[in-house]
């Protein structure tokens, strides 16, 4: 189907899938055993990374034929974390661009129209400089792992019985560890729910030209 206009903040329709996307990259071991995690389980997600972490240089090697069969859909974070909404119109494509430099030169793909803007910070003015350079679809969410600070194992595995539910955007964090323990768990949640994960690229036909 086509990208609906406007944000997207969860999946059309009545379907059973669940949007897993998780961004950042603090911790090069969270990046490494997420990416692991969808190598070995086929679980499909999506990341919405900040090129001037480390960790995507890191794990560039282990990440990029997982992207490039699709698996992975790497989606824009901006360069540096920035709010937006702080930034001039320039400032704002310079985030962008910057961080979309670096993927394609580093994984060799393209994610326009796809961003998330850091903490969700966007008005009229933000979406606008993102669309002039491509970025024409900010992508929310629709419940959320809470983990972008440090929770417990058993916190986490409580959000994704709160969140993982059909059509759902959800979003967490390659920051810390704890979720890295306990994807046994959130598989489970998935497979007892009937889910199935899909990338942005799973669902949506990105705009052409
Ligand atoms: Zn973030």
Redesign the pocket.
């Known amino acids: 189907m086509p990208i609906p206009p406007g944000r997207l903040t969860e999946l059309p329709g009545d379907g059973s899938l669940l949007a897993w996307t998780v961004?950042?990259g603090d911790d090069s071991s969270v990046v490494r055993a997420y990416t692991e995690f969808g190598r070995d389980t086929g679980t499909r997600l999506t990341f919405?990374l900040?090129g001037s972490k480390p960790a995507w240089t890191e794990n560039a090697d282990l990440l990029r034929p997982l992207v490039a069969d699709g698996r992975i859909q790497l989606g824009n974070?901006t360069w540096s974390?920035a709010d937006l909404t702080s930034l001039s119109a320039a400032g704002v494509q310079d985030e962008l661009q910057r961080n979309h430099d670096f993927v394609l030169s580093t994984y060799g793909v393209d994610m326009r129209p796809y961003y998330?803007p850091?903490?969700g910070y966007r008005d009229a003015s933000t979406d606008a400089a993102a669309a002039e350079i491509g970025y024409t679809c900010p992508v929310l969410w629709y419940g959320s792992l809470s983990d972008?600070g440090l929770l417990t194992p058993d916190q986490v595995v409580g959000f994704a019985d709160q969140w993982f539910l059909p059509q759902h955007i959800v979003i967490g964090?390659l920051n810390f560890t704890p979720v890295t323990t306990v994807f046994p768990q959130l598989t489970q949640i998935i497979a007892d729910r009937g889910l199935t994960t899909v990338t942005l690229d799973d669902v949506f036909v990105r705009p052409t030209g």
């Open positions: 961004d950042d919405f900040n974070h974390h998330r850091p903490y972008s964090h």
